[in-house]
């Protein structure tokens, strides 16, 4: 009896489903509500308020054995379930792994300078360093408390044969006056009289005791200092306190014999950098050379040293170090995770399977196993925008500019003001003359200052849509007008070319609030100063949650102000290489001259002014009197000059060629709307059908893939040949993650849901819709330079299949909301909807499967990326964490079948659509309210906006109207 009672209980605590989604929930909201701590207060107050606590750690193991429970009660095996058997038993080898590390393995940094060695490792993990000394016997002891937490508000400290009371206080996270985190801990300690049991109140001390303890407050060191040490005596004990890093000492050395670190050419941004080391084993005579950089480790004596970073002063560097024994574990966890996810696909008795053999049966997909496999393998190259640095060092180039105040132009002096009729007349000849010279000199190369070699047709395309908002301004191409500005700048000053957005700017500029261009000289009064010097730098000081309307527009026409002068000032033609061997920059003309001068170097000069008149003569001659003769004889030089200094930099003319290409067709906002209009007119001839009880025409749901398949054909070819153009996978910002999840969104209508035409309208809709976002104007486009850690296959690897997840998680949220619509349709007189309400339940679950997939082995690919990167599988980074939370989010909606829920159709579509809150959370929540490695928004919160409330309000009220239109009337999908 006690056995069967015993048998129970476990089963109730440890094999209860309801009980495990629960537990799932509840691990989800601790870890979202963790990344938020950490943004507002540091990562030493998120570890200890939750990631560091015993109950966090306590629901991992209750996780960890009601997996093992479920495991051994589901009777998977005698029902034939190896698939789901493997990818649960997965999660438990992952999760032991992850025990295993977290408790017995290590992981520090090692700072060593050019040409010198060291054993010392810091932990990474910080510490509360305690040394006493008795007066009286002259003896030191000590204690050292990891402070992943604290676990305890209290500890007894055991030294010279009495006891000491250890209180925590407050652990704030604070600025200093010169703008530098630091974190500070309040401690409180005294010398206890008595033995004392400890719980949230300490029996035994009363409040007059404490009041007389030693209250001290310490600042937590840097990682790979040596901590600051405040001193505190009580009676005749002296109690020396630091916080910080641990310093483990390793049996064998690490020599520096150099720290190399490469630039992109004529730019600061760090192309890779490596450390080439010897290892000094005097214990076992051994000496080991080894070069170590990003995504290449050096593994010695059970240790393995990575690329960590680097001194500011580039004198050395600085390695991440780790031990880890539960590293195979882990590994043989994640590998048995990813052949279960493709197994279930294929396997007979699998619920994928099964979902797929009633769509058929429907007739709603015809998809074939090969055609699945084969749709599946590009998926696996597939990845999260992870860690997007390249966004980070782009906003802080952004935000660098928007500090600058427009530059006022000196090298340009008029002895004349142009009318406006010559004005219009000069624009009416450049756009009349100068097409084919514009077109070619867009060919030219030229440096960005990023470093990147493109061709100025680019840099143009990318500027003049800057400061007008649009392409083919005033009629002309953005080539016409960037040499138009560049060589002629008199004719701009006054041109109304720089677009504003609030009323309010203009009436400060003395412009008509209601037109929405400014001229460039608006912004300056008669005498030279700069009318929003002050608004500007108001506007920056505001955090970016509080900056208005006005503040806002401010600080967008300053930057484009600034690009202007830029081109007003030639100083963004950076088109002459250094003369110089073994140097990499590119200058602008004004530069070269000006140096060549300083230099006395004659030879040079003279050719660059050569080129310099020949270009500026010629191009006004060409205007004039469409005599081009001399431009090009220009055009002429300029390129061998290019070609004599600058060949290792040069680029293909077919890559110019296809780049020029990208910026005149701008393929993915052409196909923005084809999409939209293709998705939504399907979805309402798909609709009619529906509510008339008849079939799609066949020549129509034809007509409409085919045109979605050539929009998804184009669509490919733009992704490969940006690919092409930069070098590099088109995934590694936020701008080209978005084209590829509406690229795998579309994949999934036109591979996986073919037959099924509102899923194909789905799949459509939310693929011009992702693609409409990405060209808002809130993501950059321009293709630009990997930074170091990006360099990797992982990135192929981790960041397509993580991002290609969203896609299909996407077309969840699509198909719940058409699911949801037609279930308010839905009556006794129709009952053909309900025939289509149980096909794209169907289709909804097998997408959100093989985006639950997907994101699971995305981010469990990113895992193995950072541990073979820097040395850690996880870092409770914002954007991993809330990826993890998505997950448990999908996995409690695939699971909620197995509660007893009446209705499961539309309990199901009402959880995908909300579930994808999530998902918009992962993908653009971390980016712009959290602060972590993979945002981009510099620690600022951004405001929500409005559109997201008014989302928020319709969903809610669509599942309330088909909830209580069908609560008497359950619908159920059986397989």
Request: glycine share 6%; charged share 20%.
């Amino acid at each position: 009896m006690k056995n069967s009672t015993l048998a129970r209980t476990l089963a109730l605590l440890f094999a209860n489903m309801p009980l495990v989604l629960l537990l799932i929930a509840i691990y989800a909201i601790a870890c979202g509500v963790a990344t938020f701590i950490e943004s507002a207060q540091g990562s030493l107050v998120a570890r200890a308020s939750v990631y560091g606590t015993w109950w966090f750690e306590m629901l991992h193991i209750w996780l960890l054995l009601s997996l093992v429970g479920c495991f051994l009660t589901s009777k998977s095996w005698q029902r034939k379930k190896y698939a789901s058997l493997a990818l649960h038993f997965s999660f438990i080898l992952i999760i032991f792994g992850a025990g295993v590390t977290r408790y017995m393995g290590f992981e520090g940094t090692m700072p060593i300078k050019n040409e010198q060695s060291s054993n010392r490792i810091y932990s990474s993990e910080p510490y509360l360093i305690i040394q006493a000394f008795d007066k009286s016997t002259q003896q030191f002891q000590g204690v050292e408390i990891e402070m992943i937490a604290p676990a305890r508000k209290y500890y007894i400290l055991n030294l010279f044969d009495k006891e000491f009371l250890l209180k925590f206080g407050a652990l704030e996270h604070k600025e200093s006056e010169f703008g530098m985190p630091y974190t500070m801990l309040e401690l409180e300690i005294l010398e206890s009289k008595e033995k004392l049991a400890l719980s949230d109140k300490l029996f035994g001390v009363g409040k007059e005791e404490w009041e007389n303890a030693t209250k001290l407050e310490i600042i937590q060191s840097q990682l790979g200092d040596i901590p600051e040490q405040i001193h505190t005596e009580i009676g005749e004990k002296v109690f020396i306190i630091g916080w910080g890093s641990k310093i483990i000492a390793l049996p064998f050395k690490i020599y520096l014999d150099k720290f190399v670190l490469d630039r992109y050419p004529g730019s600061q941004m760090p192309s890779s950098y490596a450390s080439f080391v010897k290892v000094e084993d005097s214990a076992n005579n051994t000496q080991k050379e080894a070069k170590i950089f990003m995504n290449n480790v050096l593994d010695y004596g059970g240790y393995r040293f990575f690329q960590s970073s680097y001194f500011p002063d580039e004198s050395g560097t600085i390695l991440s170090v780790n031990n880890d024994p539960g590293k195979l574990p882990t590994y043989i966890g994640y590998a048995l995770l990813m052949l279960s996810c493709i197994w279930l696909l294929f396997d007979k008795n699998s619920r994928f399977s099964a979902l797929a053999r009633f769509v058929k049966s429907k007739s709603s997909l015809a998809c074939a196993s090969a055609l699945l496999c084969l749709s599946l393998l590009p998926q696996t190259t597939y990845a999260q925008n992870a860690p997007d640095s390249q966004n980070a060092q782009r906003e802080q180039s952004t935000q660098n500019i928007q500090s600058q105040q427009a530059p006022q132009d000196s090298n340009h002096q008029f002895t004349r003001k142009p009318t406006q009729e010559e004005v219009t007349q000069f624009i009416e000849l450049i756009k009349k003359n100068s097409k084919a010279f514009s077109e070619d000199f867009g060919k030219v190369l030229m440096q960005d200052f990023d470093g990147r070699i493109k061709p100025l047709d680019t840099i143009a395309a990318d500027y003049i849509h800057k400061m007008t908002g649009k392409d083919h301004f005033l009629g002309l191409s953005n080539t016409q007008l960037f040499l138009a500005i560049l060589i002629a700048p008199e004719y701009f000053r006054e041109v109304k070319l720089l677009k504003s957005k609030s009323p309010e700017l203009r009436e400060l500029l003395g412009n008509d609030p209601k037109k929405a261009y400014i001229a460039p000289i608006d912004a300056y009064l008669p005498d030279g100063t700069y009318i929003l010097a002050n608004y500007v730098e108001r506007a920056n000081q505001k955090p970016l949650k509080e900056q208005n309307t006005f503040d806002k527009d401010v600080i967008e026409f300053n930057e484009k102000l600034y690009v202007f002068g830029l081109i007003y000032s030639t100083k963004a033609l950076r088109v002459l290489p250094d003369a110089k061997e073994n140097v990499q920059d590119w200058y602008d003309v004004d530069s070269v001259i000006v140096k060549a001068m300083m230099e006395k170097d004659n030879a040079t000069y003279a050719r660059v002014y050569k080129i310099a008149e020949s270009l500026s003569r010629g191009f006004l001659l060409g205007v004039e009197q469409n005599n081009w003769e001399l431009a090009y004889k220009g055009l002429e030089l300029l390129q061998g000059y290019q070609k004599e200094y600058g060949s290792d930099l040069l680029i293909s003319p077919n890559r110019i060629k296809a780049e020029i290409w990208l910026n005149k067709t701008r393929p993915f906002e052409r196909l923005t709307f084809p999409y939209l209009i293709f998705g939504f007119g399907l979805f309402i001839i798909t609709l009619i059908a529906i509510l008339r009880n008849k079939a799609v025409n066949k020549k129509f749901n034809l007509t409409f893939y085919t045109l979605i398949a050539l929009c998804f054909i184009l669509h490919s070819i733009g992704l490969a040949i940006r690919w092409y153009v930069s070098g590099h996978a088109p995934w590694s910002n936020a701008y080209e993650s978005m084209l590829y999840i509406a690229w795998a969104a579309a994949l999934s209508g036109v591979v996986f849901f073919r037959k099924s035409s509102l899923a194909l309208c789905s799949a459509s809709f939310l693929a011009g819709i992702t693609l409409f976002v990405a060209n808002l104007g809130d993501m950059n486009p321009q293709i630009g330079n990997l930074v170091p850690v990006l360099k990797s296959y992982w990135l192929n690897i981790h960041v397509s299949v993580i991002t290609a997840s969203y896609g299909f998680l996407g077309l969840c949220f699509v198909l719940g909301i058409i699911t949801l619509i037609l279930f308010t349709l839905r009556s006794s007189k129709r009952k053909n909807i309900e025939d289509s309400i149980l096909s794209l339940s169907a289709i909804n679950e097998m997408s959100m499967l093989l985006g639950l997939f997907l994101l699971t082995a995305g981010n469990f690919l990113g895992a193995i990326w950072a541990n073979e990167s820097w040395g850690r599988y996880w870092g409770w980074d914002p954007k991993e964490t809330w990826a993890l939370i998505s997950i448990g989010v999908y996995a409690i909606i695939l699971h909620l079948r197995f509660c007893g829920f009446k209705n499961m159709p539309l309990i199901f579509a009402s959880a995908s659509v909300l579930g994808f809150f999530s998902v918009l959370m992962t993908y653009f929540g971390v980016n712009y309210f959290l602060v972590g490695m993979h945002s981009y928004a510099q620690g600022e919160a951004a405001s929500i906006p409005g559109y997201i409330y008014i989302m928020v309000v319709c969903v809610v009220a669509l599942i309330a109207l088909a909830v209580f239109k069908n609560k008497n009337t359950p619908l159920e999908l059986k397989l």
